[in-house]
């Protein structure tokens, strides 16, 4: 939703509502781990309160630890973490799933994919970054398909029921090679919130 109009929030709950999106992506920047801030608690409270898709919150954030219990209780339903600002990602992964939700851990595109095999066993879905974080409406990097494939053996692997997401440049061209390539969560902003019809645009990504 960081393409949404936010003057209109409960409008574009109900847009979601009524589309075929499964997940509300929520994407949280605190101007320290990522140069742009987007927005906290209270916006997803409020969204909590329209919205019946299971709320997607990925934090861009240092101290992840800090905040998990807040954002459970502001109603995320998986929250997914980047094991940069982590110190001890396993523990930010048993503190998620201690609130009852599901866990996830990213890495930006300059970040190895083999950082995370300690942990595939440990969590709900890996988001694997398309572009850098920090900003909407960034051009896809095309070097992701490669790291999608690591990925994705590590995973069949470790954990067959680890999801793999990518967010970041998505869009109706590169959606068919990303589900080809094991990906089962595509995020998608500006594609869906600039398009014509928005719930059109997200029921073609999900049957390309
Ligand atoms: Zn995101």
Sequence with gaps: MLSADFGNLQSMSEMINSSQADWLHFDVMDGVFVPNISFGFPVLEGVRKHCRKMLDVHIMIVHPEKYIERFAKAGAG???????TAEDPQQVINLIHVQG??????????IPVSVLEPYIKQVDMVLLMTVFAGYGGQQFIEESYQRIDELKSMIDRLNPNCLIEVDGGVNIENAPRLFAHGVNVLVAGSTVFNAPDPKKMIADLKNV
């Design 78 to 84: 998986m929250l997914t973490f980047h094991y940069e």
């Design 101 to 110: 939700i599901k866990a996830g851990i990213t890495i930006n595109p300059d």
